[in-house]
């Protein structure tokens, strides 16, 4: 009796406390429509009230405006023309730096899973081996009887190959973490 009792006034309270209770969202909708305004120096922008139609503004220096002529302006658009083509030929240089160093880095960290991929397999391999050795030996209770001194010893070999190769896998891993990284770091997306 106690129990139904019990349980009954724990359904009424999860039932109470869920018809009080308010969703995330509607607590921000809530705090937003109960905003006011703030001074100018004190403005926030955030999606809701950012300029939609207005274009944004240019900040740096305007263009000089030539008093002697067609050859001040003549000279100045060869000036601009050969720095705008500098600067082609540099962001051309700094993309293929960009690239090569994206190449050496995906081939590092492809080497690398690679070296991950053969130490997992030989480690699978050593696990499967040891246990269709353990099914034999289990299987034969005369076999056991005989031989379980050299299992013993055989059964220890085994266990620290497979302790070893573990740590090569584990340490691997780790290194393919590091290199990747290091290569997110230098600002190298990997692509999968």
Avoid: C
């Amino acid at each position: 009796m106690k129990r139904i009792i019990s349980m009954a006034i724990g359904v009424l309270l999860l039932l109470g406390t869920g018809a009080f209770a308010q969703s995330l969202g509607e607590v921000a909708r809530s705090a937003r429509k109960g905003k006011i305004h703030q001074s100018a120096a004190n403005h926030q922008y955030d999606n809701d009230n950012l300029p939609k139609t207005e274009h944004l503004s240019v900040v740096g220096p305007a263009p000089a405006a030539s008093a002697n002529g067609s050859n001040s302006a003549g000279d100045v658009n060869a000036q601009d023309q050969m720095a705008q083509a500098t600067a082609t030929a540099d962001r051309k240089a700094a993309a293929e730096e960009r690239q090569r160093a994206a190449d050496e880095w995906k081939t590092k960290i492809d080497d690398q899973k690679q070296k991950v991929a053969t130490l997992s397999h030989e480690l699978e391999l050593t696990q499967r081996e040891y246990r269709l050795r353990a099914v034999a030996m289990y299987s034969d209770a005369g076999n056991r009887l005989r031989n379980s001194a050299n299992w013993d010893k055989e059964d220890a070999d085994f266990k620290k190959q497979l302790e070893d190769k573990q740590k090569a896998v584990d340490a691997a891993r780790q290194d393919l973490e590091t290199m990747q990284e290091q290569a997110r770091k230098a600002g190298i997306r990997e692509r999968e």
